[in-house]
């Protein structure tokens, strides 16, 4: 059966890592475009309704597709970039790119996202219960809603180099250092402010509503271009 060959077993890795990916992008962008804009809006009670039945649920799933996108992702890599090289053509370069970006993304979930959300469930537990408010709540709110962000702006240069490896040739960077150094501190520094900015406040204002989050997640993707196009 074709299945039971090495190729098969590439396509299923590939498989499920598009379907686990979506499941991922899109409880990202549900939690962007349409969750916090209505919690923002919403009566209180509703909102603590919500945060109780609704975001325990919906985060099951996302930090879960998470885990097995980057699993699968990383596994299929494993398997096809030293077949393939990176003097070849700039496939290796394009989605080791967006590889790296999908896992700082899933870091971002696992280890602000989701941890960050936990104390906001469990304080609306709590304040239905009618005991004592967590005065961290709102801030690990904040912190998790900007990290959030901050994924999505990551979303579109990753997604770009994901298809530009298969669909669009790059010119191939001359120098190797060069590029991942710049790619690293552009990377770096966006992740840092995810970390330590103030939610709402100075570096982080770029990210505060959806508009200017998408403009970001596309100035990003024009960035990684052009260093490709300026180390060729």
Known sequence: ???????????LLRWIH???GITWIGLLYYFNFVQVPFFAETEPAVRSGAQQKL????LWWFRWGAMITFLSGWI???????QRGFASGSYSWA???GGILGTIMWANVWFVIWPKNKLV????IDTAAGRPANPAAALAGGRAGLASRTNVAFSMPMLWFMGTASHLTL????SGVAFWVICGIIMALVELNALMATPGKGTAKPL???SNTLWTGLVLAIIFYLVFEVIR
């Open 1 to 11: 059966m074709a299945l039971f060959t090495q190729e098969g077993w590439l396509f």
């Open 18 to 20: 598009f379907l686990s």
């Open 55 to 58: 975001l325990p649920r919906a």
């Open 76 to 82: 299929y890599l494993l398997h096809t970039l030293p």
């Open 95 to 97: 989605i080791l790119l």
């Open 121 to 124: 469930i469990q304080n609306a």
């Open 171 to 174: 010119p191939i960077p001359r």
């Open 208 to 210: 505060a509503t959806v």
